[in-house]
C-alpha cells in the first residue's frame, strides 16, 4: 500500500497512542530502580527495547491512519480545572504528529542500539563506568518528553515536552559535567544551552498566554478553529503570537539569533549530538511552526519574517562550517545551516517540503554523527594502540584531540564501514542524486525559485557551500595519509556501531522514496493534517518538479565537491609535504576570510561584549553599589543601625527591653506554656478522660439550653 | 431481595471472607503465617474489584431503606479497603519483630472493615449504631495485641471505656430523636422535621448526643483524651489503621447523618460545629508541639486533621455548598490516608522492640544514612503540612474554598494560622533527620520501604493530577434513603 492511498476499512489502533509515552516511562523507570543491579548490556537493551516497541506503536498509529486519515484524539486526563479554565491532556493523532512519532522512535531506536556500544567505551575512556546507567536513563527520559511535545493535543502540553526535551538536552550536554575545560567546560556548555533556550521559552511563553488571551483556549482544535473570526477582529494578536512563537523557534530551533548554543551542545556524547541535536529535538521549532500553520497562514508578515531568519541562517551557518577543524563542529553548523533551509520553507508556505527535509535531515545527520562518533574513537582506540605499544616512540599523542580533523587523514582504509556509510551520509547531505538529500532540498529550492528570487539565490549558495564543507571534511579525514600515529592506528568499530549506521545509510539513499516528484506520496498524507495554505484550495501545494531548477542545484553541488577535491586533495597534499602541522589551504590563500570564519564572525564574543558583560557589570553594580554600599552600608548601617541606636538611646531601656524583647520572647513561652499547660490535662486517669468528655457534653447542654429557650 | 444484597455485596464478601479466613486459619500452619496475610490482602482486592462493579451513580437502597449504596458510599469503600491493603502492608513484618505474629489479626482488621463499610452505607441510625459497634470491638482488641505489654493493655482498656461510654451518647441521642420523629430512618426523619411534627428540643439534644459520640471516634476535642494513650500504647501497625479507618468512618456517619437529616437545625448546630471545629484545630496544634514521642506527635497532628475535616460541616444547611464540602471532607481524607499510612510506615521502620527508636531523636542522621526514606518522610511531613506540591495542600485548598464560600472567614483563618503553627512540629522531625548527626537503625522489611516508597510517589504525583480524583468525590454525593 503506498502512503497516499486511503481505503476505508480496516482496523484501528488508535486507542493504543498513549502507549508511545508509557513504554519509554517504564524503559527508564525500570533502569532508574534496577539498572544498578543490571549489567550494561541488560540497561542498554532495556532502554533500546522500550524506544523499539514505541517505533511499534507508531508504526501501528500509521497503519491505522492508512483507513483513518483525519486521524483523533485520545482523551488521557483532566490536567487542570479552575474556574472556567480547563486544561485537559490527549493525544493527538493525525499525520503530522505520527510523522514526527516515528521519526523520533525509529531513528531513537538506532541511536539508543548505537549507544550501547559507544557509551561502553565512552564511560571506560572517561573513567567512570557507573554513569552507563544515568545516560540510558536520560536517553528514555528525552524519548517521554519528545513524545509528550509531538503527541500534545494542546499548546500547553506542547510546552511541557518542549521544557522536557530542554532539560534532558541540559542534563545530556554536560553529562561529563566534571569534563572539559578547566574541568568546568562542559557544565558551561550545558548551561549556555540552557539558559539561550530560556529566551526563546519566554517568547513561547508570551506566544501562549498572548493566545489564551485571545482564544481563551490552548487546544489545537479550539485555537484553529477561531482564526478566522479573531483574525477578523485582532490581525496583530495573531501577529504577535506568531512572531512571539518565532523566538521560542529560533531557541529551540538554534535560528539566528540564538543558534549560538547549538555548537557548544557538541560536548555531549556523539550519540546525544545524533538524537538530540540533530535529529529531532533541535526540529520540534519546524514541528511547531507546521503544526500552527493555520495561525502562520492569516499573517504574511509573519510568514516572510520566517523565510528569511531561515534563509539567512541556512547562509550564515554554511559559511563558518567550512572553517571549523573539529568534526562535530563541522556537523553542528552544518545542522544549523539545514535548520534554516527547513524554517525557510515553512515559512514560505512549503510545509512538506519542510516536513520531508526533517525526515531526510533525521536519516542523515544522523547517520553522519553517528559516524563522527565511530570516527572519534577509532582514533582514539589509535591513540590507545600507540601509548601502549609504542611507548617512547612517540610522546606528542598525549595532547592528541581526537576530534581534531587536522590530526586524522587516511581513516578510509583503517575504517571501511564508516567511510562508506559516511561518504553515503555526506553525497546524501550535499544533495546529490538520487540520495535523500537531494529530492527534499530540490524541493525547497523549487518553491523558493517563485516565490522569491533573492530567497533562492541565498539558498542555493548555502547549498554551494554545503557540499563544499561536506567534500573538504571527507577528504582531510578520510583522504591522504594519516596526520598522525593516532589515525595511522585508528581501527573499525564494532558491529554494533555499524549496523545502525547501515541501518541509517540505505535510509538516506532510499528516504526520498518518500515524495518522489509525481507521486507525492507524502505530501498526500501530510495534507490530511495541513490544509491551510494560503492560495491553495482543498490541500498542499505539491510542486512539480522543475528540470531547471534540479540541473541547477545539482550542477552547484557537483562544482563545489570538485573544487573541494582540487583544493584539499590535490593542493592539501603538496601543501602538506612540506609543513609539519597542517595548515588548512585555504588559511595560506585568504587567511583574513578564513579566520573570521574560523572565529565564527566573533558572535560569541559579541553577545558577551554587548549582552553578557553588561549584564554582569549591571549584577555587580547593583551588588556592589546599590545593595552592599547603598542598601547595607549607608541605608542599613547609618541610618537604619544607627539611627535605632539612638532611638533606644532616646526612649528609656527599660521600655526597649521590656517592650520590644517582651513582645518577641513572649509570643514564644506563651505558645510552650499553653502548650505545657494543656499536656496537664493528659494525665492518663481514664476517670479525668470521662470527666472531659463529660465537661464537653456539660457545655453542650448549657449551650443549647441557652439557644432553645 | 437479590437487589438488596447485591447493593451491600462489598461489606457481605468483606464480612464473609473475615468469617471464612478465621475458620482457614486454623489448617495454616504456624511458620506459613505469610499466607493468611495474603489471604487477607486478597480478600480485600476482591472487595475492591466488586465495589468497582457495582457502582453506580443511581443510589440504591436496600432492606426497607435501612442501608444505601450511592457513589458516597463506593469512594468511601475504597478509601477502607485501601487503609486495609496498606495496613497489612506495615503489619506484617511488624508483628513479626514484636513477637506477636498471631494470625487473627487479619480477621479482625477484616471485621473492622465491613463494619467501616457498613457505617459508610448506614441510612438508618441504628445501622450507624450497629456499624459503630462492629469498626470498634475488633480495634479495642487489636489495641491490646501486644498483651504481654502493659501499656498496651492499658490503651485497649481505656479505648474500650472511653468508647463505651461516648457508645451510650449516641444510643441515648438516637432514642431521642426517634422520640421526636417517631423514626430512626434518616429520610423520614428529614420528612418530620420537615413537616414541622418533630419536637425541635429532643431532636436537638439528640442530635447534638450524636455530635458527641461520634466526635469521640473522629477525635475532636475536648473527646480527645483517649487519642494519645491509645495511640501510643497500641502497636503501631494498630495506630496506622486506626488513625485512617476509623476517623474515616466516623466522618462518614457524621456527614450523612448532619448534613441529611438535620439541615433545618443549622442555626443552633452550626456554632457548635464550628466551636468544635476550631478547638479541635487549635489545641491538637498547639499540645503537638511539646511532643517528643513520634507516636504521640502523630496522635496529636491526627486530632489536628480531624478539626480540619470538621471544617466541611459548618456549611450544614447551605444546601448549595454541602456537597462540595463533602467532596472536600472526602478528598482530605483520601489525602490523609497515603500520608498518614506513609508517615506510619516510617515510624515502624524504625521502631525497635521495647518500644525503642520511637523518640524524634532516634531519627537523627537518618537523612545521611537512608536518604531515600528520609526524602519520603519529609514529603509526609510537607503533606500534614499542606505544602504544595502534596496532595495534602490541595486537600486542605479544597477544604478552605468551601467553606470560604460558606462565608467561614474566622474558621479559614483559624485553620490557617494553626497549620503554620503545625509547620513548627513537622519542620521539627525534618530538621532532625537533615541536620543533627545520629547513627539510626532502620529495620530490613522491604514491605515497609515501598508503602512508604509508593505513598511518597502517590503523595507528590496525584497533586499533579487531582482534578480527576476530586471530580470523582465530587460525584460521590450523598443521598438519602427514601
Not at chain 2, 90 to 105: K, T
Not at chain 2, 193 to 208: D, H, K, M, N, Y
Request: hydrophobic share 55%; proline share 4%.
Amino acid at each position: 500500500m503506498l502512503f497516499g492511498e486511503t481505503t476505508t476499512t480496516g482496523p484501528t489502533f488508535f486507542a493504543l497512542a498513549p502507549l508511545v509515552l508509557l513504554f519509554p516511562l517504564l524503559g527508564l523507570l525500570i533502569n532508574l530502580i534496577w539498572g544498578g543491579r543490571l549489567p550494561e548490556k541488560a540497561i542498554g537493551g532495556i532502554a533500546s527495547g522500550a524506544v523499539g516497541l514505541t517505533f511499534g506503536v507508531a508504526i501501528l498509529q500509521m497503519l491505522s491512519l492508512f483507513s483513518h486519515p483525519e486521524g483523533t484524539v485520545i482523551p488521557l486526563v483532566d490536567w487542570i480545572t479552575i474556574g472556567e479554565l480547563n486544561i485537559s491532556w490527549g493525544i493527538q493523532v493525525d499525520t503530522l504528529s505520527v510523522t514526527m512519532m516515528l521519526v523520533v522512535s525509529g531513528v531513537g531506536c538506532l541511536i539508543h542500539i548505537y549507544a550501547i556500544a559507544y557509551m561502553h567505551d565512552d564511560v571506560r575512556l572517561n573513567g567512570d563506568p557507573a554513569r552507563y546507567r544515568r545516560f540510558f536513563v536520560f536517553f528514555n527520559l528525552f524519548i517521554l518528553a519528545m513524545m509528550t511535545l509531538v503527541s500534545a493535543d494542546n499548546y500547553l502540553m506542547l510546552f511541557v515536552g518542549w521544557e522536557g526535551v530542554g532539560l534532558c538536552s541540559y542534563l545530556l550536554i554536560g553529562f561529563w559535567y566534571d569534563k572539559g575545560k578547566d574541568g568546568i567546560g562542559n557544565a558551561l556548555a550545558g548551561n549556555k544551552a540552557f539558559i539561550t533556550n530560556r529566551i526563546g521559552d519566554f517568547g513561547f511563553l508570551l506566544a501562549a498566554f498572548t493566545m489564551f488571551g485571545l482564544f481563551g483556549s490552548f487546544d489545537f482544535d479550539q485555537v484553529f478553529g477561531q482564526v478566522e473570526q479573531v483574525a477578523e477582529l485582532l490581525p496583530t494578536g495573531i501577529l504577535l503570537i506568531t512572531i512571539f512563537m518565532l523566538i521560542g523557534v529560533t531557541g529551540k530551533s538554534a535560528q539566528l539569533p540564538l543558534y549560538v548554543w547549538l555548537p557548544d551542545a557538541m560536548a555531549g556524547p556523539t550519540p546525544v549530538s545524533a538524537l538530540i541535536h540533530a535529529a529531532t529535538m533541535v526540529t520540534a521549532g519546524v514541528y511547531l511552526i507546521t503544526r500552527s500553520h493555520p495561525l502562520y497562514a492569516v499573517v504574511p508578515q509573519a510568514q516572510s519574517l520566517v523565510a528569511w531568519v531561515g534563509t539567512l541562517t541556512a547562509l550564515f551557518a554554511a559559511t563558518i562550517a567550512i572553517a571549523q577543524f573539529d568534526i562535530k563542529k563541522v556537523l553542528a553548523y552544518s545542522t544549523i545551516s539545514q535548520l534554516g533551509f527547513m524554517v525557510a520553507a515553512v515559512g514560505m508556505g512549503a510545509y512538506v517540503p519542510g516536513m520531508f527535509h526533517l525526515v531526510t535531515h533525521a536519516f542523515f545527520k544522523a547517520l553522519l554523527f553517528l559516524s563522527s562518533g565511530s570516527v572519534i574513537q577509532g582514533v582514539e582506540r589509535g591513540l590507545h594502540e600507540v601509548e601502549h605499544h609504542h611507548k617512547g616512540k612517540h610522546s606528542a599523542g598525549h595532547h592528541l584531540d581526537p576530534q581534531d580533523m587536522r590530526n586524522m587523514g587516511g581513516l578510509r582504509e583503517r575504517m571501511p564501514t564508516t567511510f562508506w556509510v559516511y561518504l553515503i551520509g555526506a553525497l546524501a547531505l550535499a544533495g546529490i542524486m538520487p540520495l535523500a538529500g537531494f529530492w527534499s532540498k530540490d524541493e525547497i529550492l523549487l518553491k523558493a525559485s517563485y516565490k522569491d528570487v533573492r530567497l533562492y539565490t541565498l539558498l542555493s549558495i548555502a547549498a554551494f557551500f554545503t557540499a563544499f564543507y561536506m567534500a573538504r571534511q571527507i577528504i582531510l579525514v578520510f583522504f591522504g595519509k594519516p596526520r598522525s600515529e593516532a589515525a595511522a592506528y585508528a581501527s573499525e568499530s564494532p558491529k554494533l556501531i555499524t549496523i545502525p549506521l547501515i541501518i541509517l545509510a540505505v535510509l538516506s539513499v532510499f528516504g526520498g522514496a518518500l515524495n518522489l516528484p509525481g507521486i507525492h506520496a507524502f505530501g498526500h498524507w501530510l495534507e490530511h493534517t495541513v490544509h491551510h495554505v494560503p492560495g491553495v484550495k482543498g490541500g498542499v501545494e505539491l510542486p512539480e518538479f522543475s528540470l531547471q531548477v534540479a540541473a541547477i542545484s545539482t550542477g552547484i553541488a557537483l562544482l563545489a565537491i570538485i573544487l573541494g577535491w582540487l583544493i584539499y586533495a590535490r593542493w592539501g597534499e603538496t601543501l602538506q609535504k612540506e609543513k609539519k602541522p597542517y595548515v588548512d589551504p585555504l588559511e595560506l590563500t585568504a587567511k583574513p576570510i578564513f579566520s573570521v570564519l574560523t572565529n565564527k564572525y566573533w558572535v560569541d564574543e559579541l553577545y558577551w561584549a554587548l549582552l553578557v558583560n553588561p549584564y554582569k557589570a549591571f549584577s555587580r553594580w547593583l551588588a556592589e553599589q546599590v545593595d552592599w554600599r547603598f542598601w547595607h552600608d549607608w541605608l542599613h548601617d547609618a541610618v537604619l543601625v544607627n539611627g535605632f541606636k539612638r532611638l533606644t538611646v532616646l526612649l528609656a531601656q527599660p521600655i526597649d527591653l521590656g517592650i520590644i524583647d517582651g513582645i518577641a520572647n513572649g509570643l514564644a513561652t506563651l505558645i510552650q506554656g499553653g502548650a505545657a499547660y494543656l499536656r496537664r490535662f493528659q494525665t492518663g486517669y481514664v476517670r479525668n478522660y470521662a470527666l472531659a468528655v463529660f465537661f464537653g457534653v456539660v457545655a453542650i447542654m448549657s449551650y443549647l439550653i441557652f439557644v432553645l429557650r | 431481595m437479590w437487589a438488596d444484597r447485591l447493593a451491600v455485596l462489598p461489606v457481605i464478601v468483606i464480612g464473609a471472607w473475615a468469617v471464612l479466613l478465621t475458620v482457614a486459619d486454623l489448617y495454616i500452619p504456624e511458620h506459613r503465617r505469610r499466607i493468611t496475610a495474603i489471604l487477607a490482602a486478597l480478600g480485600l482486592i476482591v472487595g475492591l474489584v466488586v465495589n468497582l462493579f457495582i457502582q453506580r451513580h443511581n443510589p440504591q437502597t436496600a432492606y426497607f431503606g435501612l442501608a444505601i449504596a450511592d457513589g458516597f458510599s463506593s469512594f468511601l469503600n475504597v478509601l477502607f479497603l485501601l487503609s486495609g491493603l496498606l495496613g497489612i502492608a506495615v503489619a506484617h513484618g511488624y508483628l513479626q519483630r514484636q513477637n506477636i505474629a498471631r494470625s487473627e489479626y487479619y480477621s479482625l482488621l477484616l471485621f473492622s472493615i465491613s463494619g467501616m463499610m457498613l457505617m459508610g452505607m448506614a441510612a438508618d441510625l441504628i445501622i450507624v449504631f450497629i456499624a459503630l459497634e462492629l469498626l470498634s470491638i475488633p480495634l479495642y482488641v487489636m489495641a491490646g495485641f501486644h498483651r504481654d505489654r502493659l501499656d498496651s493493655e492499658e490503651a485497649a482498656l481505656k479505648y474500650f471505656l472511653l468508647g463505651a461510654f461516648a457508645g451510650g451518647f449516641v444510643v441515648y441521642g438516637i432514642a431521642l430523636i426517634y422520640g421526636a420523629t417517631g423514626s430512626t430512618r434518616i429520610a423520614a426523619i428529614l420528612s418530620a422535621v420537615q413537616s414541622g411534627s418533630a419536637s425541635p428540643i429532643l431532636l436537638t439534644v439528640g442530635a447534638a448526643l450524636i455530635l458527641v459520640g461520634l466526635g469521640f471516634k473522629v477525635a475532636a476535642v475536648p473527646f480527645h483524651m483517649w487519642t494519645p494513650d491509645v495511640y501510643q500504647g497500641a502497636p503501631s501497625s494498630v495506630t496506622a489503621f486506626m488513625a485512617v479507618g476509623a476517623k474515616a468512618a466516623g466522618f462518614a456517619a457524621l456527614l450523612r447523618v448532619f448534613l441529611l437529616a438535620f439541615p433545618t437545625l443549622s442555626d443552633k448546630l452550626v456554632p457548635l460545629l464550628w466551636a468544635l471545629a476550631a478547638l479541635t484545630m487549635i489545641v491538637g496544634n498547639i499540645v503537638a508541639i511539646v511532643q517528643s514521642n513520634i507516636k504521640r506527635l502523630l496522635a496529636y497532628s491526627s486530632i489536628a486533621h480531624a478539626g480540619y475535616i470538621l471544617m466541611a460541616t459548618v456549611t450544614l444547611g447551605q444546601s448549595r455548598l454541602m456537597a462540595d464540602a463533602a467532596a472536600a471532607a472526602l478528598f482530605y481524607l483520601l489525602a490523609y490516608l497515603l500520608t498518614n499510612f506513609g508517615a506510619w510506615a516510617v515510624v515502624i521502620a524504625l521502631e525497635r522492640e521495647e518500644g525503642k527508636g520511637l523518640s524524634i531523636q532516634d531519627y537523627a542522621g537518618l537523612g545521611k544514612k537512608y536518604p531515600a526514606l528520609a526524602a519520603a518522610m519529609s514529603v509526609f511531613m510537607l503533606s500534614l503540612i499542606g505544602v504544595p506540591p502534596t496532595v495534602g495542600f490541595l486537600g486542605k485548598f479544597y477544604l478552605f474554598r468551601a467553606v470560604l464560600e460558606g462565608g467561614f472567614v474566622g474558621l479559614a483563618v483559624i485553620g490557617v494560622l494553626t497549620s503554620l503553627v503545625s509547620a513548627y512540629y513537622y519542620l521539627r522531625v525534618v530538621v532532625v533527620m537533615y541536620m543533627q548527626e545520629g547513627e539510626p537503625v532502620v529495620n530490613r522489611d522491604a514491605l515497609l520501604h515501598w508503602t512508604a516508597a509508593l505513598s511518597a510517589i502517590a503523595v507528590l504525583a496525584l497533586s499533579l493530577f487531582a482534578t480527576p480524583l476530586f471530580q470523582w468525590a465530587t460525584q460521590a454525593t450523598l443521598y438519602a434513603a427514601q
